[in-house]
């Protein structure tokens, strides 16, 4: 998002006036991307993008398509000005099946091993896990019949848009034949970009911008466009009203929130009830992700809050997302004392602490659990907890490289379980004293859950800890049962059967989503407070 983002203002400072859009079906755009048309309403989509642009300007509009927005963009019937196809995907079928064979790497990689705890009996979750209509990818999830469809496209030179000019910038050393053939058949410019893997493809969650391939691209777009300028006069909605199923309007509203303008939208009922009193979800993006949360849960769950006559605000942390300027090669540290005080400033713009609830996955959860202990939210969802301590390392503060290891989450690498450290950390884990291994993860040693948990238990904090099955080992190799043991009040504890850490998973999307609409729907604070008092024990 921050690429396309400092795209556009690099063509804006050249003189361009730049549109970004979400297709329908995603980022924060209306419809639910499990619609059997969504593919369809993806052009509907561009259609309305272009129409946009035509009343700003007679010219015809120019068109930046990245990776399998290439496919989308073949289908485009209007002449065009110049098109640029970057990273360009030219056979739906194979972008696909690389996606499905990606999320079955690293999401239906981790399996359900009944010897690491408790089940979770939510019948909701094992429907949608079990959803033969519905192809799961990371970051999305398509209805059959649309996976089909994209499955279907093909870049092809007979179908493409008329077009003044074509640049074709695939990455560097990448062979694609029905590439080759594009070009030759529409005469199109080839040159190779660097940086795509970083960008369009990272091994972690650090995405690095292409800043070089950014101008390269804007300025061959500033070459072949006329030089003639106009005043323009655009329309900017900050809001936006739609229906969220059974006839049930819901309102979503950008707001900037705090001294920093941190970009947020509210999702909200659409009736004249809402003010400070009304129950709010607050959404936190995980390490560097966006406001839009795994597989677009936080866009899916706002607008399920709001139809349930709740509020919910996702917001994206400065370097991040909408927030902040765009510098090239930035560097975003994830537990930085920064990101606390975004943390804080959201919360203070969401709603009062009696009313707030907070969630996030692993990072996100900590960040959670920062304003349960602070006294500025009464409920946190902690998902897939790795940080269990409030003690942080140096490196790990203004890091934003860091790597499982540096929290000494488990490997199961059998080198490093070989390794003297490896058994070192497996002895200490399983014969310390609790009490000695609690002492050290006070000091951020271990990660012991007790140190998290107890200071919300103490404040009256409604905690909900959801595990998927690897961070529930996690969670236990860190003697978390002892843990809940020792804890004099009650929590909820939810391990699902399957899922991944990342929570891209639709079963722990289900239990999340299960108990934030939970407590959405409690009548009030009052109710919240005394449905904490009879929730059943852990069960993990």
């Not at 713009?349 to 996955?361: D, E, H, K």
């Not at 271990?446 to 969670?475: C, H, N």
Request: with cysteine; hydrophobic share 45%; charged share 25%.
């Amino acid at each position: 998002m921050r690429g396309l983002r400092m795209l556009a203002e690099t063509l804006a400072a050249r003189g361009f006036a730049a549109l970004r859009f979400d297709y329908y079906g995603t980022g924060d755009s209306a419809l639910d991307s499990v619609r059997e048309d969504i593919a369809e309403r993806w052009l509907d989509s561009v259609n309305e993008a272009l129409a946009y642009l035509q009343d700003l300007s007679p010219h015809r509009p120019a068109v930046i398509a990245l990776r399998a927005g290439a496919l989308i963009a073949g289908q485009i019937a209007i002449p065009l000005g110049p098109v640029i196809l970057w990273d360009p995907i030219s056979n739906g079928r194979a972008f696909v099946r690389e996606q499905r064979a990606l999320y079955s790497m690293t999401v239906n990689a981790h399996h359900n091993d009944s010897a690491n705890g408790a089940r979770t009996t939510d019948t909701a979750i094992e429907e949608v896990v079990e959803d033969p209509d519905t192809v799961a990818l990371i970051g999305t999830s398509y209805a059959d019949t649309a996976a089909k469809k994209l499955a279907e496209l093909r870049l092809s030179p007979t179908d493409a848009p008329i077009a003044t000019r074509w640049l074709v910038a695939p990455r560097r050393g990448r062979r694609d034949p029905h590439l080759a053939h594009f070009c030759e058949a529409t005469a199109a410019e080839h040159l190779e970009v660097d940086g795509m893997v970083e960008f369009v493809q990272p091994c972690g969650y650090v995405v690095r911008i292409p800043g070089e391939a950014i101008q390269t691209l804007a300025s061959w777009l500033d070459r072949v466009t006329p030089t003639d300028t106009m005043p323009i006069d655009p329309r900017y909605v900050e809001q936006a009203v739609f229906e969220e199923g059974r006839g049930i309007t819901v309102i979503e509203r950008i707001e900037f929130l705090g001294p920093n303008r941190l970009f947020a939208i509210r999702s909200q009922p659409a009736d004249d009830t809402i003010d400070r009193t009304t129950r709010t979800a607050l959404f936190f993006g995980t390490a560097n992700d966006t406001h839009h949360g795994p597989n677009r849960e936080w866009v899916t769950l706002s607008r399920l809050a709001a139809a349930a006559g709740a509020c919910a605000v996702r917001f994206d942390r400065r370097g991040v997302g909408e927030t902040a300027k765009v510098k090239l090669d930035e560097s975003t540290a994830i537990y930085s004392a920064e990101a606390i005080e975004d943390a804080f400033d959201a919360a203070a713009a969401a709603a009062p602490p009696s009313n707030l609830l907070a969630a996030g996955v692993c990072s996100g959860s900590w960040f959670s659990a920062q304003l349960g202990r602070t006294a500025k939210a009464s409920a946190v969802v902690l998902i897939n907890v790795i940080l269990w301590s409030w003690r942080n390392k140096h490196d790990c503060a203004d890091n934003d490289q860091m790597l499982p290891a540096d929290f000494g989450l488990l490997r199961t690498d059998p080198a490093f379980q070989r390794s003297f450290r490896g058994r070192f950390k497996s002895f200490l884990s399983k014969y310390m004293p609790y009490r000695s291994w609690l002492w050290l993860g006070r000091f951020g040693v271990t990660q012991v859950p007790e140190v998290l948990l107890r200071p919300l238990l103490q404040k009256g904090i409604r905690v909900s800890v959801i595990l998927a099955p690897f961070d529930a080992d996690w969670f236990r190799t860190q003697r978390g049962p002892e843990s809940l043991q020792r804890l004099d009040a009650p929590l909820r504890v939810i391990r699902t059967d399957a899922g991944d850490h990342t929570a891209y998973h639709p079963a722990v999307r289900a239990a999340v989503r299960s108990e934030v609409l939970s407590w959405c729907k409690q009548e009030s604070a009052e109710v919240s407070t005394s449905a904490r008092q009879s929730m059943p024990e852990a069960h993990l």
